[in-house]
């Protein structure tokens, strides 16, 4: 008797095999209509969007806006009603943003639940439309996870870009609360801080991984004077600079203001939209707030620095930080003096760091005479392998 063939059962596909997902739906931390673009998510996400299909959720907040909690409280509400207002958008082939409207009220459970079934019910649908039925879910945002829970997925990967609950604006316990169920469920964590990675290593275990932030090297390199804004140029040199949020949470503004008194002969420039006491600061001659400038624009405003400089206050918040602002720096070749925090050892021979107000104008004042620790060609080069395409590379290695 002649036996039939044996059916041949195919077992289990290999990580080799695994067919990619259908995407990655990123929930920021900022809203991309009108944050700096330079953010983590933002990059790594636009770099994904070249092999994959993006969604980028543009950030439901950490509370409610509250007046004398939280700082230009109408100005605030109205952006975002000016976000949610245009929804969906395709900035770029393959990478698209949505603005739900969020309803942050993370102080109580039944606020949570609300707000995240309003927002998990519009990112469905958006989902839907573009075909994402198994993506990748990307965390930046503590407060996503209320959202995300429930979701299909094929992982969840927590990006650890901060510790949002030592944010002064955060709203207490809750948000400590998702991010410690975002570090104890996340399929994976990736982290910019070595320091903050190494205080969670007992929670997250072989799940952490360091990404690192990275740096567009095309778009930071050095502008000619000629090609340089006329209101910075306007300004006489030499220029002490600074560009980025100046939010009194992070940025000292007792020692920029020690600053300007100290270096009279130089100019302090300021970019960069101000949540704090910039009036305390332009008093001083010799200080320039130019206020906010697109991310398109700033390489030609920071190639105009004489020395570029990170004023952080000695925080929970800063102490586990990796501004990306540092990379830029360096990708222009400036030499940069910084505050102390963790990050900063791992550039030992790249960057000047200073404690307190009288060793940072010092330092400051000496970095003007005799410029940076290294040349500037050797600067630029020191981040010449962090192409935020590295950073996505490695990400997508990762989670697929």
């Given at each position: 008797?002649?036996?039939?063939p044996l059916a041949v059962v195919p077992g289990p596909a290999t990580p080799e095999e695994a ?331 790249q960057v000047i760091t200073a404690s307190g107000a009288a060793d940072f104008a010092e330092a ?37």
């Open positions: 008797m002649t036996r039939p067919p990619p997902p259908s995407g990655y739906v990123c929930f920021s931390a900022q809203d991309w209509w009108y944050h700096n673009r330079a953010h983590s998510d933002f990059q790594l996400m636009r770099q994904v969007a070249g092999q994959r299909r993006v969604l980028v959720v543009n950030s439901i907040g950490m509370r409610m806006p509250v007046p004398g909690r939280s700082t230009h409280v109408l100005r605030r509400i109205f952006r975002k009603l000016r976000s949610v207002a245009k929804f969906v958008r395709r900035p770029f082939p393959g990478f698209y943003v949505m603005s739900p409207l969020p309803l942050p009220l993370y102080g109580s459970r039944l606020g949570r639940r609300l707000g995240a079934a309003l927002v998990r019910a519009q990112v469905r649908v958006v989902c839907l439309a573009l075909g994402l039925r198994r993506p990748v879910i990307v965390a930046t945002l503590p407060t996503a996870w209320d959202v995300v829970r429930p979701m299909r997925r094929r992982c969840l990967v927590y990006n650890r870009s901060d510790h949002h609950s030592a944010f002064p604006e955060s709203g207490g316990t809750s948000i400590a609360d998702m991010e410690r169920a975002l570090l104890e469920r996340a399929d994976h964590v990736v982290y910019v801080s070595n320091t903050l990675m190494a205080q969670e290593r007992p929670i997250t275990g072989e799940r952490a991984y360091f990404l690192d932030h990275g740096v567009d090297l095309d778009h930071f390199t050095r502008v000619p004077p000629e090609r340089r804004p006329a209101d910075l140029l306007a300004v006489p040199g030499p220029r002490i600079g600074f560009f980025g949020a100046l939010d009194d949470f992070v940025v000292d503004f007792d020692l920029l203001d020690r600053l300007a008194e100290e270096l009279p002969e130089a100019s302090l420039v300021l970019i960069g939209d101000a949540n704090g006491p910039t009036e305390r600061l332009t008093r001083h001659r010799n200080v320039y707030w130019l206020g906010f400038r697109p991310y398109e624009q700033i390489p030609a405003y920071g190639s105009g620095f004489d020395v570029a400089i990170m004023p952080w206050l000695d925080n929970e918040w800063i102490r586990n930080s990796n501004p990306i602002k540092l990379k830029e720096y360096l990708a222009l070749g400036l030499p940069v003096v910084s505050t102390p925090f963790g990050e900063l050892e791992r550039y030992p021979d400051v004042r000496t970095a003007l005479k005799e410029g940076g620790p290294l040349p500037a060609e050797e600067l630029r080069s020191s981040v010449a392998d962090a192409a935020w395409s590295v950073r996505a590379a490695d990400l997508m290695r990762l989670v697929e």
